[in-house]
């Protein structure tokens, strides 16, 4: 006898076995849109570090603020976990009549520029989202708290 006829002769599906597989199925429904939700909630907005606090007071537009505090990555962008140990001011200097890119060969290791890691926490570019869980984490003061024990 295969298992489907001793099923036919036991009972097949009947209203406790429907109601059982439904509120089995119900929440694994729900986890898999929770799921999906970390997809675009938890994105991880671009980020570099935080200008130095005793620039908080300055007159500088957040771009030169960013240039003379974080260096650029080999594409142009602004690097995510270093900085700059002193403001950069003579970078501010730099015009369109200073030599050409191609001509510069000035990089931070041969102009002996210190970086140091993100002592200021980051400074995330929001011009995509309005919020995320990573920039809320950074927000709150737990994660000042937990910053202790790193």
């Known amino acids: 006898m295969a298992f489907g006829e001793v099923l036919e002769q036991v009972g097949s599906m009947g209203r406790f076995q429907i109601l059982h597989v439904t509120l089995l199925s119900l929440p694994i429904l729900m986890m898999a849109s929770h799921n999906l939700l ?4 938890a ?7 935080s200008a ?5 007071q300055s007159t500088l537009s957040p771009e030169e603020m960013l240039l003379i505090t974080v260096p ?19 970078l501010l200097r730099k015009n369109g009549s200073s030599r050409p890119v191609e001509e510069e060969e000035d990089t931070e290791e041969d102009a002996g520029v210190d ?3 993100c002592e200021d926490g980051w ?3 929001m011009s995509e989202r309005s919020s995320t869980i990573i920039t ?9 708290d937990i910053s202790v024990y790193y």
């Open 43 to 49: 994105a991880v907005p671009p980020h570099y570090c």
């Open 136 to 144: 809320d984490v950074h927000k709150s003061s737990f994660l000042q």
């Open 123 to 125: 400074s995330y570019d």
């Open 38 to 41: 970390q997809n675009f909630v």
């Open 72 to 90: 650029l990555d080999e594409r142009g962008k602004p690097q995510t976990c270093r900085r700059y140990t002193t403001p950069q001011w003579n």
């Open 52 to 56: 130095h606090t005793n620039l908080s």
């Open 115 to 117: 970086l140091q890691g």
